[in-house]
């Protein structure tokens, strides 16, 4: 590529991901055998377990919807050159403003304000919490990876503060809020597709994957159609050039680290108040990192994401039932089969690449002699 | 809870009349989030139902959550399936257990530190309050610097009523004690943290405490450890943990859920299944402390007489122990 | 060497037949032939984006060629990769020098090489073979000095060293002199001339046309990435040279007009600039550039003309001073914004057009419209318009001769003269009333130098006011109407542009000139 040197556009975004990702289930095969189970098996196990009945699906849409929102939080960052990797924290306190939002009005309003209330609180809180990162890097010049990832930290201490003392539904052992009145729930899919007539087995899949996509188009058009984006994308390109065009990369920063904090909030908004129904612990779950991966493997591109989440939602969900049908295959080695699939297609994505498109490079040859 | 009368008594009528032969019997398990080799809590659940399997044959089934959404979806996974009965562990999986228990109700369910109610689940709660309140007067009984250091994992409530049950043991044995107090951590990643354990047991004894019980999972090792190395005594938790540094663990406070998940599959096989909520405290012997040969030395006869009455009197209802839990606070 | 017939009985040393190569759409090497005789030096020249550095990475292995066929001495050989090319003998010296800094001599030396896993015997071989290759080729260097402390000259020396230390036979050298100063250019000549008298075959990659006519004895042109002539040194002269390389007549010299300044469009006063480190870079500069004059900054690189420019561009505050323009005041309390200063009739083409002018993954038509993105003809109510700004980019690209006329081609794909056109185009298309120009021709080849001359002569007839930086005397001499000189951050002397010489300005570049410094104050 930076020798300009180009092979059909399906090679490099088809064929080498899906090489890789061969590779990546070849490895685990290896280590499912050695484990004395079915390589066979556990994969025909797998797939069917992420799409093999409504079911599954609906969990493997659902975990995709997580880390749809995660990816392109850390893909408009990255358009800007930094690198986000504080999703998980944005993402939790998302979580919390919804859960503020919702424990503070669902007794009092429909479902169609309680939804966008929803969605502007996870927006609002997760841009604040990605704001004062990018606040630090563009004032102040504290790295962006370093900031963020401690403030997932503090995410954590905070929302446990909240829970165990403020927010805890009294005379509860857990630490977490009281249940939402089901005004505040969002619909299930299965709720929703049940008011076409179209019954389908319930799974924890809700409207916001429509959300969801929603933000992909708009992360696209911010990107790639708005002025904004254009700002974004020459902040990340060349800095001094932004200087140049008159461009503030310091507000440029921390615009993009808000945006991205607010699309990492909307995991909230899918935990909280799709899920859950109430504020809780740990639903982040790691998605904020996740989506990391999604990012990576998507080329920071929204169609790119959405297929990297479907295939992270299918291997967590497909992970699962692996874990469920298979006793001597444990969680540990689901999390080891997800890192060869993220090390094949993400870290080891130049190990392959330049091969295979060396093969499909070479144009018929031109004549003989000149 | 919002089962009608009716149901509950058809439900009831029908898990009685269907004492399951041996061979049917297909238990399951759902561990919480730790997984089952943590040391600690959910490591006892499973040592508990090992021993289930190797006394009578029967196999498990069993799943390791690693999201909050997978709670839900493993229960009722494992009842489709036919499971029964199956076995939460956790107070977080009680909201999943009651929407799930509610969807089955042909099915035997058991949740262990959590109370739901429901005619086909079966709740097993633990007075750890009474059992912390023995541990903390015994050691302020051996206490030399009338300091005494409290590590907690994850800061939760019910970490607290530890805590709590602790402090008011070691105010019984001796007033003016004070008792230092830290918790590891506000993730799950707290509850297997031993390196950041043994810093908080250093800097406790630093402060001049002489014994430190650590409720705090796979991070009291590092606790323990620390204790050893300094010199000083620690105290156990759950599970009997004197072997582990003999001499150096002054006592454990266990908390029998080894006990408790073996029962709830012994009983389903037996037949003598019950729903409802048992409360096990000093009383029905799932709490207490750990005497054996690895710190028989520690303890002498005269501080023995006084752990058995301050027992017998706790029992007796002649002292009371407050628990964090009715009313969120360690002030009663 | 001076007969065609005898280069041609002689057995090339290399030969190039048919060589083809294509980047996506770029046809860089059409069905390329070459002879290079051993033991001579052979130069191949032709403008940036002709396509000699793409063929002579094929011949080094770096790339592999779609068609065509490499000998080495009568033998056709396979070069998939560097390592192939080394063990033929071949080897190059690139123009970003490969080498880790942070390593000795010595140590980059071995680099690479094969010879054991132990490395005290082979860095003992390693010394003993430098110290007699240093001393035959006239290339003294230190083997226990890190290569980041050495001057560029030496560095090269050390490039030169490796090659031949791996047995390189055949020597490429891309573009050797460009980071050269005279003195070290001198002096590569003479290493050049000793590998040549012991029979290595050298090629010389260059667009400097006085350093072929100097070193070499045969000369190959290459013109859009075809071989347009092969010639004898000797019996060719620079004129036809450049003719063949732009495929046209180049008029050597400008046809300029003589200024006709009006008004004062640029007030500059009392102005300061100090950097990060509190450096003072730029110090106390006052001067004013009027309608319709070009007024040159010539100096030495490094003397405060990159500060002197951010400043006035907004790009970089400044502690002292004020500039005047266009109605509004620039200070260090009110300091300029890029953006505003653009839309009030600035415009800036910076000197390191791909670290500030550009950005050089964007495509070409992205970077059209930067510094320029918020004008309104460029959008649809909150979207940008696509299609109105690949016509205009579209409409630039023919203008101003832009190849390829490719809007969607990303900018770093560009050769450098095109980048700058692209820049030129975008700056000057907006009829600006006052011009920054920084090195408007580094890195760029004959035919777009004149084209970029005689396009900053039509912006001053057109009454625009230029300010011009540059460290090309040449350039300088050719188009400013009034030369300052600028010397560690003040302006040291005033010469008239028509009656300015290399020797006057020279001097006072030096700051050897004496009581001639009207421009502090």
Not at chain 1, 132 to 157: D, E, K
Not at chain 2, 146 to 164: E, N, S, W, Y
Not at chain 3, 200 to 215: N, Y
Not at chain 3, 350 to 365: H, I
Request: proline share 4%; aromatic share 6%.
């Amino acid at each position: 590529m930076a020798r300009g040197e180009a092979a059909p556009a399906w090679v490099g975004h088809v064929l080498v991901p899906l090489v890789n990702l061969a590779l990546a289930f070849l490895v685990s095969g290896l280590i499912v055998l050695a484990i004395g189970e079915d390589p066979l098996e556990a994969v025909v196990i797998l797939v069917r377990g992420a799409v093999g009945f409504e079911e599954a699906i609906g969990y493997t849409l659902y975990y995709a919807t997580n880390i749809m929102f995660a990816g392109l939080a850390v893909a408009v960052a990255f358009h800007a050159g930094l690198f986000n990797i504080g999703g998980e924290g944005q993402a939790y306190i998302g979580g919390l403003g919804v859960g503020v939002a919702l424990l503070a009005f669902d007794a009092h309003l429909p479902l169609p304000i309680l939804l966008l209330i929803s969605i502007l609180a996870s927006a609002a809180f997760g841009a604040a919490w990605a704001w004062i990162p990018g606040y630090l890097q563009a004032r102040r010049g504290s790295h962006v990876v370093i900031t963020t990832i401690m403030f997932n930290f503090i995410a954590f201490a905070l929302m446990n503060y909240l829970l165990v003392n403020v927010l805890i539904q009294p005379g509860q052992m857990s630490p977490q809020s009281r249940e939402f009145e089901p005004v505040a729930w969002l619909p299930f899919a299965h709720e929703a597709l049940g008011w076409f007539g179209i019954q389908v087995t319930r799974s924890p899949l809700n409207l916001s994957l429509l959300w969801a996509l929603a933000c992909c188009l708009l992360v696209w058009l911010l990107i790639w159609r708005t002025r904004w984006g254009y700002r974004i994308r020459v902040v990340g390109g060349n800095e001094p050039a932004a200087r140049y065009a008159g461009i503030d990369p310091a507000k440029v920063v921390i615009a993009t680290m808000c945006v991205s904090g607010a699309l990492a909030g909307f995991v909230g908004l899918n935990e909280i108040m799709g899920v859950q129904h109430r504020l809780l612990l740990n639903f982040t779950a790691g998605y904020g990192f996740v989506g990391i991966a999604a990012a990576l493997m998507g080329r920071n591109h929204p169609l790119g994401i959405i297929l990297a989440s479907l295939l992270f939602g299918a291997l967590y969900q497909g992970g699962a039932e692996l874990a469920f049908e298979m006793p001597r295959i444990t969680r540990e080695l689901v999390v080891v089969i997800q890192g060869l699939v993220i090390l094949f297609s993400g870290a080891l994505e130049h190990m392959l690449r330049p091969r295979i498109e060396a093969m499909f490079r070479r144009p018929a040859p031109a004549g003989g002699e000149g | 809870m919002r089962a009608s009368l009716p149901i509950t008594i058809a439900s009831a009528a029908l898990l009685a009349a269907m004492p399951l032969a041996a061979a049917e019997l297909s238990p399951a398990v759902v561990f919480d989030m730790g997984g089952k080799f943590d040391k600690s809590f959910n490591e006892g659940v499973w040592n508990g139902i090992e021993r289930f399997k190797t006394e009578t044959g029967v196999k498990y089934r069993e799943f390791e959550v690693t999201n909050e959404t997978q709670r839900e979806q493993a229960l009722r996974r494992m009842a489709q399936r036919g499971a029964d009965p199956v076995l939460g562990i956790g107070f977080a999986q009680a909201p999943a257990l009651e929407k799930v228990a509610k969807e089955f109700p042909e099915t035997r369910f058991a949740i262990i530190d959590m109370v739901v109610d429901l005619p086909n689940v079966q709740s097993i709660v633990f007075k750890e309050h009474e059992g912390s309140f023995l541990v903390g007067a015994l050691a302020a009984a051996t206490s030399k610097t009338g300091k005494v250091g409290f590590i907690g994992g994850m800061d939760i409530p019910l970490i607290r009523r530890f805590a709590c049950g602790y402090v008011q043991g070691v105010k019984h044995g001796n007033a003016k004690a004070e008792v230092l107090q830290n918790m590891t951590g506000t993730t799950p990643a707290a509850w297997n943290n031993p390196t950041k354990g043994g810093e908080l047991a250093r800097s406790q004894f630093d402060r001049g405490a002489d014994i430190v019980y650590a409720a705090a999972g796979g991070t009291g090792v590092g606790v323990m450890q620390a204790a050893k190395d300094a010199g000083k005594l620690a105290i156990g938790v759950d599970s009997n943990q004197n072997h582990i540094h003999p001499g150096t663990i002054l006592t454990s406070m266990l908390k029998r859920v080894d006990v408790a998940a073996y029962n709830v599959f012994k009983t389903a096989m037996d037949g003598t299944w019950k729903p409802g909520i048992q409360v096990l405290g000093l009383a029905e012997d799932g709490v207490g402390w750990a005497l054996d040969g690895n710190n028989d030395k520690l303890v002498d006869a005269g501080t023995r007489a006084m752990m058995d009455s301050l027992r017998a009197d706790i029992i007796a209802g002649k002292i009371k122990v407050h628990d964090y839990m009715s009313n969120n606070s360690c002030e009663g | 060497m001076s007969q065609a017939a005898d280069v041609a009985l002689l057995p090339p040393a290399i030969e190039l037949v048919g060589i083809d190569k294509r980047f996506g759409a770029v046809h860089a090497n059409r069905a390329v032939s070459l002879a290079v005789a051993a033991g001579t030096i052979h130069g191949i020249v032709g403008e940036n984006g002709a396509g000699k550095s793409t063929l002579m990475n094929i011949l080094h292995g770096f790339y592999q060629a779609d068609a065509g066929e490499i000998r080495v001495d009568g033998t056709a050989i396979a070069v998939r990769s560097p390592e192939d090319a080394i063990r033929a003998g071949i080897d190059m010296v690139h123009q970003h020098f490969m080498l880790v800094s942070t390593f000795t001599v010595l140590e980059n030396l071995v680099l690479g090489v094969k010879g054991g896993w132990r490395l005290a015997p082979a860095l003992g071989r390693a010394r003993r073979e430098l110290l007699r290759l240093a001393d035959e080729f006239g290339l003294e260097i230190d083997p226990d000095a890190v290569v980041g402390d050495l001057p560029v000259g030496p560095r090269q020396r050390v490039e030169i060293l490796k090659a031949l230390y791996r047995g390189a036979r055949i020597l490429i050298l891309d573009e050797p002199t460009s980071v050269l100063t005279p003195a070290e250019t001198a002096r590569l000549f003479a290493v050049l001339r000793a590998l040549k008298a012991r029979g290595v075959t050298v090629v010389l990659i260059t667009h400097k046309l006085r350093e072929i006519m100097e070193i070499t004895d045969t000369v190959s042109v290459m013109r859009q990435g075809a071989m347009v002539a092969h010639r004898v040194t000797a019996e060719t002269d620079r004129e036809s040279l450049a003719e063949l390389m732009v495929g046209r007549k180049v008029p050597l010299g400008l046809d300029k007009q003589a200024a006709r300044p009006g008004d004062v469009a640029l007030a500059v006063r009392g102005l300061s600039v100090v950097d990060d480190l509190g450096v003072t870079r730029v110090d106390d500069v006052g001067f004013e550039v009027r309608a319709g004059e070009i007024v040159g900054i010539a100096g030495v690189s490094g003397n405060g003309q990159s500060e002197l420019l951010a400043a006035l561009a907004g790009m970089e505050p400044f502690p002292q001073g004020e500039v005047r323009f266009a109605g509004t005041v620039m200070t260090p309390a009110l300091p300029g914004d890029p953006g505003d200063l653009r839309t009030r009739g600035l415009a800036h083409v910076p000197e390191d057009r791909l670290g500030d002018g550009v950005v050089g993954a964007f495509p070409a038509w992205e970077n059209v419209i930067l510094g320029y993105h918020d004008d309104p003809a460029y959008r649809r109510v909150v979207l940008i318009d696509r299609p109105a700004i690949l016509a205009d980019c579209a409409a630039k690209m023919a203008k101003y001769d832009v190849r390829p006329a490719d809007p969607h081609l990303a900018t770093h794909g560009f050769s450098g003269g095109n980048q700058q056109k692209l820049v030129i185009a975008r700056e000057l298309e907006r009829a600006p009333s006052v011009l920054l120009v920084g090195q408007p021709t580094r890195g760029v080849d004959i035919g777009a130098i004149e084209f970029i001359h005689k396009t900053l002569l039509a912006m001053r007839d057109a009454g625009c006011a230029v300010l011009l930086v540059s460290v090309e005397l040449e350039e300088i001499m050719a188009l400013a109407d009034r030369i300052l000189v600028m010397f560690e951050g003040r302006i040291v002397g005033e010469v008239a542009g028509e009656t300015a010489d290399e020797r006057t300005l020279g001097l006072l570049m030096a700051n050897a000139a004496e009581g001639d410094g009207d421009g502090s104050r």
